[in-house]
């Protein structure tokens, strides 16, 4: 027996909403691809990485990366255009992640006299990453 056919103005049947915790697994797993397709950037421009993922006093630094007497703590930002993963990075998390890059230090003071920046590495689609280096101001240092 042949399906029912819906005339061209008939309304679609109301589909489920993802599963919340699919949804969270699923951007989860493409944040930490994107960690580490900018991690593989940054490798291939002669950094090493020193920490990953590094979270301490409400803050988190994606990753943390050294070339040469340059240290470089750097936000990863994934999301499908370019311009919007650049307008992802706010006051509120400039700050937390200040206060994170100042915990690393504390825990790590043989680092402290070399140069510090704060980078961003942006993902969008299916582009290379771009690398900002000196994004933002490291508050308080």
């Given at each position: 027996?042949?399906?029912p056919s819906r005339s061209p103005g008939a309304a679609m049947p ?128």
């Amino acid at each position: 027996m042949p399906a029912p056919s819906r005339s061209p103005g008939a309304a679609m049947p109301n589909r489920k909403l993802a599963d919340p915790e699919a949804r969270r697994r699923a951007t989860y797993g493409h944040g930490r691809r994107s960690e580490w397709l900018a991690l593989a950037a940054l490798m291939l421009k002669g950094y090493r990485p020193l920490a990953l993922r590094f979270a301490a006093s409400g803050g988190e630094i994606d990753l943390i990366v050294r070339r040469g007497s340059t240290i470089a703590f750097v936000e990863v930002k994934a999301r499908p255009t370019l311009i919007a993963a650049q307008e992802a990075i706010g006051a509120v998390k400039r700050r937390r992640f200040s206060r994170a890059v100042r915990a690393w230090l504390g825990r790590n003071p043989a680092h402290a006299g070399l140069t510090l920046r704060a980078d961003a590495v942006f993902v969008a689609g299916r582009t290379w990453p771009v690398h900002l280096t000196d994004a933002f101001p490291i508050e308080d240092l």
